[in-house]
């Protein structure tokens, strides 16, 4: 803040008036007390001679003296010397001055010219010299007075004469002067100074004042330009500042008077005070400026606020001093008040502001906390030099201000960089986003066009499907009531069934299709909703009952009637309530109830199952997704029901909410809108949908063969299979009478199984020959039947097909690492399938012959006896060839225990019986029996070709307590007797 000062005054105590405002004048010796006349002022040096304490001065009386009065002895008594003065100056009185000079330079001949200077308290100043002739010659200045009525004018503003002082000659002058100003009376400051020295100190000042605003000028050009090319108000404002700091440094400095004089204020040079107002515009512009430069709205809102109040309280302030000002006639000490006040004001709050600025930490803060403080140290040394020093001087001042607008003018150009930096990053990240939308567009219009070409699939595809669909169903209602034979009809109706369900699904893709393209039809009838719901709920209760889960109907009203499309509401409850019943174990319920509230149709869903985990519930109504309590559900799903039950709901105005817990169960809430508007239908709607019949018929439940009608010696296979309608299809291939196999002959013993659990626990009980294992069931699925089954002891002997949907590579290949003896994909052949299951069971018989020969050759289990015949062979796993090392190793140990049998072998392998039957069965094609008999006979071979133990020795050594067994045995093994082996 460049505020400088002009004019002197004498207000004790309020040094920082004198500073701010300029006092020029500066610090006078003290006044001599001397009661007589001063002597001559005896001019000696060429500097500045202060003259005040060799000044008499007069009062002027009412009728007031003339020059020819003034120099008669009697009025020269009167006057008396300025220090020895009675009376105080007053405003509005016209006092006569006289001072005597003496020129006693050296090179007084050279310096005869001189400049006196008076205060510039007084208003009009007139001066009498002695002439040559004797006679006095006048001049007039002061503050009031026109430029154009003064003789001697090296600067418009001032009150200066010029004077000749002959060499060593006194010279006595004499000056009238008075003060207009109301409250600023004379104070009779003089001083003389030699003509040059008086230019030279001009020209020097009026450089240095010239330098000073060139500078200014030149910074508050640039940020003009830089506002109107960034259009930031921070240049506007700091232009602003820098405008009325080169004002108000003109004005002091007398630069502006010497410019404008002779246009503006020409006869009232007094007005020029008017421009001191620049320092009510340049603080307020300088707190515009911090304010705006710190975005002190966003970094200190109170402060901004308090900022704000400081600026709007600038030209009230400065009303009162133009009031002021013509008040008491420009007199400065008064007029200067309010100036003041605000000053000292913006001053103080700039200081306290420096703490909670700093404490933001923000980069731009520091450069106003340097400049606050530069502008301070300014002032602190003007008022040192005020004090101290005998010349008063705002040089620091102005080079403080200097400091203080290149700190700010280095913080602009921070703050423009940043700006700049950020407006890079905004235009780079606008760019960057603005990629992004034209990739995200690109992408929505791929994926738009991806659904519409998927709709347009889906629906091309269904109405091709719905072709051969509707002949395969056509000649099947023909062929079955042709049909007489009632298992030939059992196997139309398996046709039947499948072939409705493939409707069905078919249909709920067309839906789906039509409900994207909003083309779906939603035919509108009145009627009782809670009678077609009963209706519903009573298709389904042969389904609930043969899962044994109770299905229940309940309400609050007797009726419910409303506008409803029975066909879509169907769809609807059909859906929840087939899922119900599906995610429900045995003995657990499922409950419809239907409610209105409020004009709203509420249809809930209640069921005991297992729940469905939290995370899921967002993504339940998403096409194609399946919650991952699959595992719980009595038979598999498509994904798209719950789907299209939502689209549906959403298509009549209407929404489908859920609520589940894990472990206790689920509720589905569809609400639709009650409305009366179409013809009332007093018959229930039939349930004649397309499909939905299959749906909702009972299908049959296989059990395993009867084990008495059961042929023993047919291989045992063992079906696990959640579809009841595949179960059907696959006896049939595998030629069982419970399915019309009669007529192609029975091949095999069939068990059967309904999920994978249920499979692995059968398998482990029952061991049977071959398995044959759908891959998606729920509870576990067939990778976790294999995983299981090939790494137990008991069963990884056991051949498994893989029956899967899953035809990729990848899902082949799984089941492949994990032990599957082959993968069938559906839908499969039943030839491929019968061809399948005959070479694994070759492949079975191939190995027993193995085993055998390893145990009648005595050749350690794992080596080949035969490289030429084993290479045709399937290599044994590691558990096949342990489990018989192991069985090999009890009978070894036991072979002299005559009661070594069967109750002893299940304890030594801790497994059962049957268990132990058909693994030894199935790996030796011999009982345990005659496994463990091979062995001791084989041993006691061994034994007579080898040592010299008698026949009996050795048949008690294996086991036998009578030698006739034991020969007995030994000829239907080896087809000779004991002693010919020894020949």
Not at 11 to 17: D, E, H
Not at 116 to 131: E, H
Not at 499 to 509: A, D, K, V
Request: proline share 5%; charged share 20%.
């Amino acid at each position: 803040m460049a505020i400088l000062g002009k004019n002197t005054h004498h207000l004790p105590g309020i040094v920082l008036l004198a500073l701010l405002l300029g006092c020029n004048t500066p610090s006078s010796p003290p006044l001599a007390t001397d009661t007589s006349s001063p002597p001559p002022c005896i001019l000696s040096s060429p500097g500045s001679h202060v003259i005040r304490e060799y000044l008499q001065i007069l009062p002027d009386p009412d009728t007031g003296y003339t020059i020819g009065e003034i120099v008669q002895e009697e009025v020269q008594d009167l006057f008396v010397a300025f220090s020895n003065k009675t009376f105080e100056p007053q405003s509005h009185q016209v006092y006569w001055g006289k001072i005597q000079l003496q020129n006693r330079l050296p090179d007084a001949e050279t310096h005869h010219e001189w400049v006196l200077n008076l205060s510039s308290t007084f208003t009009q100043v007139t001066l009498f010299t002695p002439a040559e002739n004797g006679t006095w010659t006048s001049a007039v200045n002061g503050s009031f007075v026109p430029p154009h009525l003064k003789k001697f004018t090296p600067t418009k503003s001032g009150i200066w004469f010029k004077l000749i002082l002959p060499p060593q000659e006194v010279v006595t002058l004499y000056f009238r002067g008075e003060s207009e100003r109301s409250a600023l009376p004379p104070t009779f400051y003089a001083y003389v100074q030699p003509l040059s020295v008086f230019y030279d100190k001009l020209v020097a000042d009026k450089m240095w004042n010239a330098l000073f605003a060139g500078f200014l000028l030149m910074i508050l050009l640039y940020n003009l330009i830089k506002f109107f090319i960034v259009k930031d108000r921070s240049y506007i404002y700091y232009a602003g500042y820098l405008l009325m700091v080169a004002v108000y440094t003109a004005y002091i400095s007398d630069d502006l008077e010497d410019w404008l004089g002779d246009l503006a204020f020409s006869e009232h040079p007094a007005f020029f005070s008017f421009f001191k107002s620049s320092i009510y515009l340049g603080l307020m512009c300088w707190l515009a400026f911090i304010s705006s430069f710190l975005d002190l709205k966003r970094l200190l809102p109170r402060w901004d606020r308090y900022f704000r109040f400081l600026i709007w309280l600038g030209p009230p302030l400065l009303g009162v001093f133009i009031f002021l000002a013509f008040r008491y006639h420009f007199s400065y000490v008064i007029d200067d008040r309010p100036t003041l006040f605000y000053i000292a004001l913006v001053t103080l709050s700039g200081v306290v502001f420096v703490y909670p600025l700093y404490r933001t930490k923000d980069p731009k803060g520091y450069f106003i906390t340097a400049g606050i403080a530069v502008i301070c140290l300014g002032f602190l040394l003007t008022l040192f030099s005020r004090i101290y020093q005998t010349t008063y001087t705002v040089d620091y001042l102005k080079v403080c201000t200097a400091a203080e607008i290149m700190i700010f003018s280095m913080g602009l150009a921070y703050r423009q960089k940043k700006q700049v930096e950020e407006k890079q990053q905004a235009d780079f990240a606008l760019r960057e986003s603005q990629l992004l939308r034209e990739e995200q567009q690109v992408e929505t219009l791929r994926l738009r066009e991806m659904d519409d070409f998927k709709s347009r699939f889906f629906t091309n595809i269904t109405h091709e499907f719905r072709t051969p669909l509707t002949v395969i169903l056509g000649m099947e209602e023909q062929l079955r009531k042709a049909e007489k034979d009632a298992q030939k009809k059992g196997m139309l109706g398996l046709i039947k069934r499948n072939g409705e369900s493939l409707l069905r699904l078919i249909n709920q893709l067309l839906d789906l299709a039509k409900l994207e393209s909003n083309t779906l039809k939603i035919n509108y009838i009145q009627g009782d909703v809670l009678a077609y719901l009963k209706y519903i709920a009573e298709s389904l209760h042969s389904l609930a009952n043969a899962q044994n889960v109770m299905l229940r109907v309940e309400s609050d009203q007797p009726y419910i009637v409303m506008d409803y499309d029975p066909e879509r509401f169907l769809q609807i409850v059909h859906n929840l309530l087939s899922n119900a019943i599906k995610f429900t174990p045995s003995g657990g319920k499922v409950m419809l109830r239907a409610d209105v509230h409020d004009h709203w149709l509420h249809v809930s869903v209640t069921d005991s199952g297992a729940g469905i985990p939290a995370e899921e519930l967002p993504h339940l109504f998403e096409r194609f997704f399946q919650a991952r309590n699959q595992e719980h559900a009595k038979a598999g799903g498509t994904g798209i029901g719950l789907s299209l039950a939502n689209e549906l709901a959403k298509a009549m105005g209407g929404d489908i909410f859920v609520e589940s817990e894990v472990g206790v169960g689920s509720t589905f809430l569809v609400k639709l809108p009650v409305t009366n508007t179409s013809a009332f239908t007093e018959k229930t709607p039939p349930l004649e949908p397309e499909g939905w019949a299959s749906s909702t018929a009972t299908l049959p439940v296989r059990t395993a063969s009867d084990p008495q009608d059961a042929d023993t010696s047919l291989p045992q296979i063992l079906l696990i299979e959640d579809n009841p309608d595949v179960v059907e299809y696959l006896t049939a291939c595998l030629g069982s009478p419970l399915l019309g196999g009669e007529g192609l002959g029975v091949r095999y013993r069939l068990d059967f199984a309904y999920n994978g659990e249920a499979g692995i626990e059968h398998a482990l009980e029952n061991v049977p020959d071959l398995i044959v294992s759908d891959v998606m069931m729920p509870i576990k699925d067939g990778f976790e039947v294999l995983g299981t089954l090939k790494n137990e002891e008991r069963t990884s002997h056991i051949p498994i097909i893989l029956l899967t949907a899953k035809a990729d590579v990848q899902s082949r290949l799984s089941g492949l690492r994990q032990g599957a003896d082959a993968y069938l994909a559906k839908p499969f052949n039943q030839e491929e399938l019968l061809v399948t299951v005959s070479n694994l069971l070759e492949l079975r018989k191939k190995l027993q012959a193995r085993y055998s020969k390893l145990v009648i050759g005595n050749l350690d289990i794992g080596k080949q006896p035969d490289e030429d015949a084993s290479s045709l062979l399937p290599h044994p796993s590691s558990l096949e060839d342990a489990f018989l090392q192991k069985l090999r190793s009890v009978v070894e140990a036991n072979l002299s225990d005559i009661d070594f049998e069967m109750p002893q072998l299940e304890r030594a392998l801790a497994m059962s019986r049957s268990q132990i039957y058909r693994k030894v069965k199935a790996l030796t094609g011999k009982s345990p029996s005659l496994f463990i008999r091979s062995i001791r006979l084989h041993h006691g071979r061994h034994l007579l070709q080898t040592t010299d133990l008698t026949v009996s020795e050795i048949a008690y050594e294996v086991g036998y307590s009578a030698l006739n067994n034991f020969s007995d045995a030994f000829l239907e093994e080896f087809g000779e007797r004991p002693g010919k082996v020894r020949g």
